[in-house]
């Protein structure tokens, strides 16, 4: 069974940064590809940014050149630095993992950007 733990998120003000962190542990195939989603309250989860094993990158138009994902293959983990936080990238932030036939989601991560 594998299992996604999500850490770093917080309170930060306007202007800040966060860098979340996912580990994913169990059984993992080495074709994936993982991500992170945000859900802020009244709206539905979407996609921030995704990596897969290779490198390849995708952002949400929104969080383009403010965020970057990265992931470490040999600790099957991704992290996600958020930089020139605005109130609006206010959400739970969710780690994600695919595989061919699976998918995986973390329990969430709260990141509120407030003064």
């Known amino acids: 069974q594998v299992q996604l733990v999500e850490s770093g998120g917080g309170l930060v003000q306007p202007g800040g940064s966060l860098r979340l962190s996912c580990a994913a542990t169990g059984t993992i195939f080495s074709i994936n590809t993982m991500g992170w989603y945000r859900q802020a309250p009244g709206k539905e989860r979407g996609l921030v940014a995704r990596?897969?094993?290779?490198?390849?990158?995708n952002y949400a138009d929104s969080v383009k050149g403010r965020f970057t994902i990265s992931r470490d293959n040999g600790k099957n983990t991704i992290y996600l630095q958020m930089n020139s936080l605005k109130p609006e990238d206010t959400a739970v932030y969710y780690c994600?993992?695919?595989?061919?036939?699976?998918?995986?989601w973390g329990q969430g991560t709260q990141v509120t950007v407030s003064s």
């Open positions: 994600k993992l695919d595989e061919v036939l699976s998918a995986y």
């Open positions: 990596i897969t094993r290779s490198g390849t990158t």
